[in-house]
Nanobody, 121 residues
C-alpha cells in the first residue's frame, strides 16, 4: 500500500558529500515521521536522523554538524545531505517512514530498499 524508493548512494572520498533521496508513494493519507537508518558490516542498524511532519529533526551524535535531514510534505519526500563524510559512515542506508493509509487510516512502518554509501580513498 505504501512504498519507499531511495537513491543517491555511491562511492565518495573522505571529506566528500552525498545527498540521499527517498520518496513515498501509494495509498497515503499522511506521512508522519521520516528518517534514515544505516547498517554497517557486522553492526546493528542504527538511527541516523529523523524528522517529524512539522520539521523537527534529531540526529545521531556522530553525524551532528555534518548531516542534514529535510523533507517536503507535498511530495512525501525526505533527503539526507551528508557532508564531511568519513570512512566510518560507510554503510547501507535505509529510508523509513511511518504512514497512515487511506480510508482506514491504519499506521504502517515502511522501509526503503537500501542504498550503499562507501567512503574510501
Amino acid at each position: 500500500q505504501v512504498q519507499l524508493v531511495e537513491s543517491g548512494g555511491g562511492l565518495v572520498q573522505p571529506g566528500g558529500s552525498l545527498r540521499l533521496s527517498c520518496a513515498a508513494s501509494g495509498s497515503i493519507f499522511r506521512v508522519n515521521d521520516m528518517g534514515w537508518y544505516r547498517q554497517a558490516p557486522g553492526k546493528e542498524r542504527e538511527l541516523v536522523a529523523i524528522i517529524t511532519s512539522g520539521g523537527s529533526a534529531n540526529y545521531e551524535d556522530s553525524v551532528k554538524g555534518r548531516f542534514t535531514i529535510s523533507r517536503d510534505n507535498a511530495k512525501n519526500t525526505v533527503w539526507l545531505q551528508m557532508n564531511s563524510l568519513k570512512p566510518e559512515d560507510t554503510a547501507v542506508y535505509f529510508c523509513h517512514c511511518n504512514a497512515q493509509v487511506l480510508r482506514t487510516l491504519r499506521s504502517l512502518n515502511v522501509w526503503g530498499q537500501g542504498t550503499q554509501v562507501t567512503v574510501s580513498s
